[in-house]
């Protein structure tokens, strides 16, 4: 180990020194080794480093520390990267909190420049599933690595969705890589290993809290070209990460939801705010096409409404064997069919139904009405 990296991950294993005092540090003294070795006094005169925090950073932990953090990582078969290696993220580097070290476990690719997160409620409804679970396809479909936060519900149907499309996909983690949370996605962990990576800029058996999710969230949007968020409250975590991304310079999306829904509170209040409006996932990947390339719209696209609305009952454009079974039997209704009875007719579970539905209606070929109602556009 060349004695910067050594260095950093000194200064890391302080107490109270975070990111944004590291970074300080490195700025004033010009690298790690040199503010190990600054005197005192010296070390004072940095914002935010106050005497008892400069005689911490004099006793900062020995090697033998830093080398049984590195022991527990490699047993665990994680890669440690400092902000002193040539293989740091580009993507995190220019953040003014960008983490000291990261932890990863799996590969980062120069594919996941490419990258849009989607976060959301861990309470999510019906709709928020559906929509997680499209946009996440659709995104991996095109190539483009999804990030999100390894937390039940948008989150978990946003990594899942975008292994089912045989994607890569990145969760950032609000704990250590071995103290995952939640638990229950200790399975679905494993996967994201071995088809994209899982990140954490906490020591191995660092426990989450509170504080550390906020941390995880300015990573989420700090990897990514822009976010997405898919169901909120007013006091979510997923506005903080939309909040962070705003402040990163990054584009900031929104899905629209049902009004009395607590869950749309958040999304719309971003829409106020002048969050672009996702209403499917091809316009975001159109409104970041600069970004991603010369965007080529995918099955299912905007560009195949009309030819969609105007295809008669048999043979729609687009649509999988059960959506066209759907099309027919709203078809053959003048007033709409709800919900329920629609699931009954066909023997469609309601989850199954719910996303053939939502991806009808970005398809533009089937509106919702009332009452939970549907109908076919004619």
């Known amino acids: 180990m060349h004695a910067e990296r050594a260095a950093v991950l000194r200064l890391y294993l302080t107490n109270e020194i975070g990111p944004i005092r590291l970074k300080r540090l490195l700025e004033r003294f010009g690298s790690a080794e040199a503010a190990l070795c600054a005197p005192r006094e010296e070390l004072v005169s940095v914002e935010g480093i106050s005497a008892r925090l400069a005689a911490i950073i004099s006793s900062a932990p020995k090697m033998e520390n830093v080398e049984r953090e590195l022991e527990r990582a490699r047993k665990a078969g994680v890669l440690v990267v400092t902000c002193a290696d040539a293989d740091y993220p580009e993507t995190l580097s220019n953040l003014p909190d960008c983490p000291p070290v990261l932890f990863i476990a799996g590969n980062l690719e120069p594919c996941d420049a490419s990258a849009i997160a989607i976060v959301g409620t861990r309470n999510a409804t019906a709709y928020g599933h559906s929509v997680a679970c499209r946009f996440s396809e659709s995104f991996?479909?095109?190539?483009?690595?999804?990030?999100?936060?390894l937390a039940r519900g948008i989150d978990t149907d946003a990594h899942e969705s975008a292994l089912a499309a045989g994607?890569?996909?990145?969760?950032?983690?609000?704990?250590?890589?071995?103290?995952?949370?939640?638990?229950?996605?200790?399975?679905?962990?494993?996967?994201?290993?071995?088809?994209?990576?899982?990140?954490?800029?906490?020591?191995?058996?660092?426990?989450?809290?509170?504080?550390?999710?906020?941390?995880?969230?300015?990573?989420?949007?700090?990897?990514?070209?822009?976010t997405v968020v898919v169901e909120a409250d007013l006091n979510s975590g997923a506005l903080i990460t939309a909040k962070a991304a705003a402040e990163q310079g990054k584009d900031v999306f929104a899905v629209p939801g049902p009004v009395f829904s607590k869950y749309s509170r958040g999304t719309h209040q971003l829409l106020r705010d002048g969050a672009g409006l996702a209403d499917s996932p091809e316009s975001v990947m159109c409104a970041l096409g600069a970004f991603i390339g010369d965007y080529q719209p995918v099955r299912g696209s905007r560009d195949s409404v009309e030819q969609t609305v105007s295809a008669k009952i048999g043979g729609h454009i687009g649509c999988e064997p059960q959506e066209e079974r759907i099309m027919q039997a709203l078809s053959a209704e003048?007033?709409?069919?709800a919900f329920d009875v629609l699931s009954s007719r066909l023997s469609i579970q309601a989850g199954a139904l719910s996303a053939s539905l939502l991806r009808l209606e970005l398809m533009g070929a089937v509106k919702s009405l009332p009452g939970k109602m549907y109908s076919v556009v004619r």
Do not use: C, W
Not at 169 to 174: P, Q
Not at 190 to 195: L, P, T, V, Y
């Open 334 to 337: 003048i007033g709409g069919v």
């Open 140 to 149: 991996a479909q095109r190539g483009l690595t999804v990030v999100s936060g």
């Open 167 to 226: 994607g890569r996909t990145i969760a950032v983690l609000g704990s250590g890589i071995n103290r995952l949370y939640p638990q229950e996605n200790k399975k679905l962990a494993k996967r994201i290993i071995e088809h994209g990576a899982l990140i954490s800029e906490f020591p191995m058996d660092f426990e989450p809290s509170r504080e550390t999710f906020p941390r995880r969230n300015r990573v989420i949007s700090g990897m990514s070209l822009a």
